[in-house]
């Protein structure tokens, strides 16, 4: 075993971390990056040695789009929404009742539920599943945010057409607000006390955090003080969001409280008392599922009981990111240095990844700044020709384990797939690179894991029987293999080249009796006019459905809700499609039979392969299912 050098760039000490040095680096840093960005404003809190280094306020929390003129970022004052970062606070929740002895990490879950769970697998769910991601639940995107006000209530958001489980739980990391959700609610019924009263009293005062909340609406005393959200600095603020299940990403607050949660899990004085003992909050950071269960994934990074492992420098970094439709954040804290770093974004910024960039180039610097080298990242030899073998057995094309499967919107799983392909022999090129979108070429460091060339990130792989199983690549997000029938290669030409023929085929309808009525032609004769009808509606009911269902995934993944009674039309449209291809083969069969014409036959043939190829599209990603609970 050997220890890399320290990263490039690296000269194994960084400036002293010092209130003065942090706010020249923030200062010289984020203001050029909101401009050039479109984002409005950004809040940033950084911690060390037990003490609130600095908190910065930077752009503005109100444009003054509404005509009242713009307010600038105050980091002690202004309210930003935490979304996933509020999944700490949760974490924390369940490890405070664990500690008193009336939870039990291992225990099925159902033990503190009032309703059932689904099941597929016979092991049991356990909070251990739900704080790390691998309870096995397939994502759910309804009701997630909305900005309509209304009712919160957790139990019949949870109860409500729960996502299917299409992993066996401890097995696969699979992102889930349903879980952290659950979480949530078990704290809610095994304490007595609504989530929100209990988080506020034990967490949220408890750590001096007098500004921050769960409540949505926010109580009066803190809703001026909120941020606004912005798709960018240019356009008009959007409304207040109402996350549908608090746990996972309702909380707002502002800077200078964060830094205060960020001295709290390192364990620092603070407030009104530890949230943790010493011994439970260590519990809490570090990793909690091993190979027993995850097998070689568990030598890449790793989920904790709620923090995401984001070492970097040789130094160990636990972190977790947070996402709202308009509000982007990360926390960062290291515990063995005592040292911490929190910004939150109040808009998307013009590009797709601009708030995603930004953010990491914040926490990333900070990091190579100030803790630029620690004990390196140890590197176990692999033989070359080992090395070549694992390579060529991960080449293939990959989704994300954070998917729908029991419904139309697996075919989202089409987008953003990931191509993995052997480079320089026994290297390994990701196109495009884990959250990024650009390539990324990786080689392996261990058996199994694999880490970016010239860069920190790592990857790990679970191969059995000769096929790679998964790769690991953010705690709790993992790469899995597309099944053939599934790929991108024969479900894209299929979809695309049936849509060209039926649209061509409706384009040919008028086309075709113009020029009959120009030329004097006699019309069709009745011969076969049945099938020829019943296989117009088929093409006409599979256009309109293909449309249905684009701009309804559309609306979906904007977090709007569709309703069901307009995902019941699209499908009898699909479904009339589909039965269409019956009459579809009856006129081709009567087209060769009457001798009509090779122009006939051939255009009643692809009509034929057209309607089918599209049928078949329909039922491999499940348009037709009878779930339609997104």
Known sequence: MDTPAAPAGSTGAGPALTETDVNAWLDGLLPAALDRTGIAGATVAVVDDGRIITTRGYGYADTGDGGDGAVPVDPDRHLFRMGSVSKLVTATAVLQLVQSGDLDLDADVETYLDFDLPHSYERAVTLRHLLTHTAGFEERIAGLIRTD???????????????????EPGTVPAYSNYSNALAGY???????????EYVQRNILDRAG???????????????????????????????????????????????????????????????????????????????????????????????????????????????????????HTHLQIYPDDRAGIFVSLNSNGTGALDSHELRQSVVNGFAD?????????PTVGVDAATTAEHAALAAGTYESS????????????????????????????????????????????????????????????????????????????????????RSSAVAVPVLAGSTVVLLLTVLSWPIGAIVRRRLGRAPRERAGRTARILSRLAVAGTLLALAGWVLSIISIMSLEDVPGAVLRVVQVLQLVG???????????????????????????GLILLALAGAGWFAVEFRLLAPSISY
Do not use: C
Request: proline share 9%; aromatic share 8%.
């Open 578 to 604: 589909l039965l269409g291809v019956l009459p579809a083969a009856a006129r081709l069969v009567d087209d060769v039979r009457r001798h009509v014409g090779w122009q006939r036959i051939v255009g009643s």
């Open 149 to 167: 006000g209304g009712d919160v209530n957790l139990r019949r958001a949870l109860m409500t057409d729960p996502p299917e489980q299409i992993y």
């Open 369 to 377: 700044r100030y803790l630029p080298a620690g004990q390196g990242q």
């Open 402 to 485: 954070r998917a729908i499967r029991s419904n139309f919107l697996t075919a989202i799983g089409l987008v953003g797939r990931t191509t993995v392909s052997v480079a320089d022999g026994n290297r390994l090129l990701l196109q495009p690179g884990p959250l990024s979108d650009s390539p990324a070429l990786y080689e392996e460091v261990a058996p199994w894991v694999w880490r970016e060339v010239g860069g920190q990130r790592e990857i790990a792989m679970r191969a059995t029987d000769d096929r790679v199983e998964a790769i690991s690549f953010d705690a709790a997000f993992a790469l899995l293999p597309v099944e053939p029938a």
């Open 186 to 196: 078990i704290v809610e019924r095994v304490s007595g006390t609504r989530f929100e």
């Open 209 to 327: 955090m007098p500004s921050s909340t769960f409540e949505q609406p926010l109580p009066a005393a803190l809703r001026d003080r909120v941020s606004k959200g912005y798709d960018n600095s240019a356009t008009p603020a959007a409304p207040f969001e109402i996350v549908g299940t608090p746990p996972p990403g309702a909380l707002s607050a502002p800077a200078t409280d964060m830094a205060r949660f960020m001295l709290a899990q390192l364990g620092e004085p603070v407030g009104f008392g530890p949230l943790l003992d010493q011994p439970t909050r260590e519990l809490m950071q570090r990793p909690a599922l091993d190979a027993a269960s995850l097998g070689t994934l568990a030598d890449g990074p790793r989920m904790t009981l709620g923090f995401f492992e984001e070492d970097r420098n040789g130094h160990r970094i636990l972190g977790h990111g947070g996402d709202t439709k308009y509000f």
